[in-house]
């Protein structure tokens, strides 16, 4: 049974910064690319950033280019995501996701449906 456990959530100042780290456990985490996800209120689940099961390609929304930055650990089975220079617009719930598909080639999966296991989500407030 795969377990993703988020943390480092919390309330932060518009042009601060955040890290959150996703703990996996329960099959070979070095095998799956990793996402991370964010949902505000009344908003679909949409992809932010994303790290191919090698650590070798690395993928992110317009949005967050240039602020955010996805790394692994495949070691200690975890995905960070670095979040500097946040925005009010930031503010979400964050989830990480498992890639449905081991040693994944080709398109990188920045689609829901393409990983098939959540985290509980770490909210993220921004304050202006």
């Known amino acids: 049974q795969v377990q993703l456990v988020e943390s480092g959530g919390g309330l932060v100042q518009a042009g601060g910064s955040l890290r959150l780290s996703c703990a996996a456990s329960g099959r070979t985490f070095s095998s799956y690319t990793m996402g991370w996800f964010r949902q505000a209120p009344g908003k679909e689940r949409d992809f932010v950033a994303g790290?191919?099961?090698?650590?070798?390609?690395?993928h992110y929304a317009d949005s967050v280019k240039g602020r955010f930055t996805i790394s692994r650990d495949n070691a200690k089975n975890t995905v960070y995501l670095q979040m500097n220079s946040l925005k009010p617009e930031d503010t979400a719930v964050y989830y990480c996701?498992?890639?449905?598909?081991?040693?994944?080639?080709?398109?990188?999966?920045?689609?829901?449906?393409?990983?098939?296991?959540w985290g509980q989500g770490t909210q993220v407030t921004v304050s202006s």
């Open positions: 996701a498992e890639d449905r598909r081991p040693l994944r080639v080709g398109a990188f999966p920045v689609f829901p449906n393409e990983y098939g296991y």
């Open positions: 790290i191919s099961w090698s650590g070798g390609t690395t």
